[in-house]
């Protein structure tokens, strides 16, 4: 049955009771009335009917467009007709209602991502394909709003640009040795300050290259010089051992004969010095008695010589007593003694 169908007792009201007897829902009209009443006393009592409605709604709108909550990691950037007034901080802020002043909040807390993945050509026409990642941060948010379209999409453009810039002016084997850090670090710096002269108000946290790797299509040949390049490396790191150990004993040895010809420097010196030193004082003597000195010359010069040879001639057709040292050449020596050999210098036969 309808709920106005004549017949049904009073005229029933679906917003009042809701079909059920004494209803469980709200009453609309009352609710309206009891407003409509509290702005009459508010505004002196008299009336006013859809006006107050309505200045009543636009008070509550105002009240709530001029208090703006700021979360944790947000900035807010407070626009006052098109300009920019202001920075908002997290917490409770309060601002002129729009169109005077208009809020916009900014995430600035947390870490963006980017990754995306170049095929390209280094320096020496080898393929490589490069994964990079770029995490970054807002640290200025002004600049993020109204410094480009499209802060997130740019930094994508830049960054590709960057590491294709490195990227390409470098051989393979610089990509793939060791040095991978430095040009991280180059590119890095070359998108931060592409970024800075677009002031986009991003900053580069952290650029990483994920994976380097060829195409699959020249995969095997790739391979091949890969595994000579690690074939290069350790020889060469065979050959600075051996190097390591060879050179320091060379550097002994040198050391050593050095050491030697200094010693036998010093020697020859000193014995020099010592021969002449000895002739200078013989040359004195000599000047005192020639007779004397020149024989005792004679017979040290001959004891000297005698004493080191098995064999002796004699000019004096045996007038002259020898005698030598005893020893295994030469034994106990008197003419025609065993074990001694004289010449004779007339026939040049030795005799016994």
Do not use: H
């Not at 829902?25 to 009459?40: H, I, Q, S, V, Y």
């Not at 050593?256 to 002739?279: N, V």
Request: hydrophobic share 40%; proline share 5%; no cysteine.
């Amino acid at each position: 049955m309808a709920w106005n169908e004549p017949g049904g007792g009073k005229q029933r009201d679906p917003w009042r009771d809701n079909g059920g007897g004494n209803g469980g829902g709200p009453d609309l009209d009352a609710l309206t009335r009891r407003l409509r009443e509290f702005f009459n006393r508010l505004f002196g009592g008299g009336g006013g009917g859809p006006g107050v409605a309505v200045v009543a709604m636009l008070l509550v709108w105002l009240a709530f467009d001029s208090v703006a909550l700021i979360k944790a990691g947000e900035s807010g950037v407070v626009l006052r007709f098109g300009e920019v007034a202001r920075l908002m901080t997290p917490g409770i802020n309060f601002k002129l209602p729009r169109p005077i002043e208009t809020l916009y909040k900014v995430n600035v807390g947390g870490v963006r991502t980017t990754n995306a993945q170049v095929r390209m050509l280094t320096r020496d026409e080898n393929i490589v394909l490069i994964d990079f990642n770029v995490q970054y941060l807002v640290t200025d948010p002004q600049k993020v709003l109204f410094g480009v379209r499209d802060p997130d999409g740019t930094l994508g453009q830049a960054a590709e640009s960057a590491v294709r810039s490195v990227v390409g002016g470098s051989t393979m084997d610089t990509i793939l040795s060791g040095q991978r850090a430095e040009l991280i670090t180059r590119a890095k710096q070359q998108l931060q300050a592409t970024l800075d002269q677009y002031k986009t108000g991003l900053t580069v946290n952290a650029l990483n290259f994920q994976n380097v790797r060829p195409p699959q299509e020249v995969k095997d040949a790739f391979d091949d010089a890969s595994r000579a390049l690690q074939d290069k490396q350790r020889l060469e790191e065979e050959a600075k051992a051996y190097a390591s150990k060879v050179v320091p004993e060379a550097r002994g040895d040198a050391a050593t004969a050095r050491a030697e010809a200094e010693g036998y420097k010093s020697e020859r010196i000193a014995r020099a010095e010592g021969d002449a030193q000895r002739f200078n004082l013989v040359q004195g003597q000599y000047r005192l008695a020639p007779e004397v000195t020149r024989k005792r010359m004679y017979l040290e010069t001959m004891q000297e010589v005698l004493s080191q040879t098995p064999k002796i001639i004699d000019f004096s057709a045996g007038k002259n007593i020898l005698s030598l040292p005893a020893s295994p050449e030469v034994r106990a020596v008197v003419p025609g003694a065993a074990g001694t050999t004289v010449v004779s210098p007339e026939t040049g036969k030795g005799g016994r």
